[in-house]
């Protein structure tokens, strides 16, 4: 069975194709591992939409997340984080990355805003100085406390 919002998950090559269809549109990245989608996920997103035409999120794959947070995660696998995201009305497109941090997914998308949220400063944010040195904006949001992966994985735990 075909998924309705399957096709806003695709590969940077896809994205890379695409991208001249897109002129004139404002483009919003950010990144992260979703790996249980939350109240303050959604709220994040919704926001970063705000800034721009066209939400594109950049996906720790599987390995990058286990290699990032542990062996136990991630909680859910790749694809149905991708789907996931992909069915919030305001995400456009989703794009699942092996590495570490998603500087060469930024490298290659050169979004005109880069979205992190408040747990980042902005001289910390990976792909910053790309985005910025093309005439982008980097922005954090607030973060929206009481609400993470980590603290809903402890409390089922406990």
Do not use: W
């Not at 959604?42 to 290699?67: F, H, M, P, T």
């Not at 092996?98 to 980042?120: A, C, M, R």
């Not at 400063?121 to 093309?134: L, R, Y």
């Amino acid at each position: 069975m075909k998924i309705p919002f399957q096709d806003k998950v695709m590969a940077i090559e896809q994205f890379i194709a695409l991208k001249p269809s897109l002129k004139g549109k404002k483009i919003v990245f950010t990144n992260g591992c979703f790996d249980i989608l939350h109240l303050g996920h959604v709220q994040y997103l919704a926001q970063a939409k705000e800034l721009g035409d066209l939400l594109v999120i950049g996906l720790n794959s599987d390995l990058s997340v286990k290699r990032l947070k542990g062996e136990t995660r991630p909680v859910n696998p790749e694809h149905a984080r991708a789907l996931v995201l992909a069915a919030l009305q305001f995400v456009d497109f989703v794009i699942l990355f092996e590495e570490d941090t998603p500087f060469e997914l930024i490298q290659q998308i050169i979004p005109d805003v880069l979205v992190k949220g408040g747990d980042y400063n902005k001289d910390q944010i990976v792909g910053a100085d790309i985005v910025t040195s093309n005439g982008g904006e980097v922005v954090v949001l607030d973060f929206v406390d009481g609400f993470s992966t980590t603290q809903i994985i402890n409390q089922c735990n406990n």
